[in-house]
T-cell receptor, first 113, second 114 residues
Framework: DAKTTQPTSMDCAEGRAANLPCNHS???????VYWYRQIHSQGPQYIIH???NNETNEMASLIITEDRKSSTLILPHATLRDTAVYYC??????????????FGQGTTLQVKP | GAGVSQSPSNKVTEKGKDVELRCDPI?????LYWYRQSLGQGLEFLIY????????KSGLPSDRFSAERTGGSVSTLTIQRTQQEDSAVYLC????????????FGPGTRLTVL
């Protein structure tokens, strides 16, 4: 699975959009971009994933550049409960893939009042 | 149950003792994963089960670590002759099918080896 690079930490004001970047310059054509987050003392939580098109769900939006070498997770209106470590992961899907997740160090997002 | 459950939530043991950690996945989920998270470290894959297929044990750090999944449901992670470096939070996750989008994680078991 491709390696990802994320900033170690970021701050965001409550109510504002949080934009979390991720670089995955060695991503392969069949690798998806996944985002998980881990709130303190809890297990990780799935947020969103995509291949090449931008994706949106009730939690967040995922913007993937046209060359797929980077992406941005957007939390449109951050709340204090969004304070967590956010992990960007790339992995292959489909038969023959175990689906194991390779976590990096992630970005610690601190939402401030 | 609504989600993945793990027991115990906390376990303190002495160096050299064996421990067993339990995971109850979401009913109907065929894939089950074990990860661990050491203090200040990221999450590390340990082992994966899918139905009746042979498990992927590629992440187990040593032969002191083993895991079973009985009847395609409950899983037990066993650590023999525990060492202080085994201290970590052990997380279990399940997904409906192998390689599908979302893995649902349990709250973890915090293991402390004195």
């Amino acid at each position: 699975d491709a390696k990802t690079t994320q900033p170690t930490s970021m701050d965001c004001a409550e109510g504002r959009a949080a934009n979390l970047p991720c670089n995955h310059s060695t991503i392969s054509g069949n690798e998806y971009v996944y985002w998980y987050r881990q709130i303190h003392s809890q297990g990780p939580q799935y947020i969103i994933h995509g291949l090449k098109n931008n994706e949106t769900n009730e939690m967040a939006s995922l913007i993937i550049t046209e060359d797929r070498k980077s992406s941005t997770l957007i939390l449109p209106h951050a709340t204090l409960r969004d304070t967590a470590v956010y992990y960007c992961i790339v992995r292959v899907e489909g038969s023959g893939n175990t689906g194991k997740l390779i976590f990096g160090q992630g970005t610690t997002l601190q939402v401030k009042p | 149950g609504a989600g993945v459950s793990q027991s115990p939530s906390n376990k303190v043991t002495e160096k050299g003792k064996d421990v067993e950690l339990r995971c109850d996945p979401i009913s109907g989920h065929t894939a089950l994963y074990w990860y661990r998270q050491s203090l200040g470290q990221g999450l590390e894959f340990l082992i994966y089960f899918q139905g009746n297929s042979a498990p992927d044990k590629s992440g187990l750090p040593s032969d002191r670590f083993s895991a079973e999944r009985t009847g395609g449901s409950v899983s037990t992670l066993t650590i023999q002759r525990t060492q202080q470096e085994d201290s970590a939070v052990y997380l279990c996750a399940s997904s409906l099918l192998v390689g599908t989008n979302e893995q649902f994680f349990g709250p973890g078991t915090r293991l402390t080896v004195l």
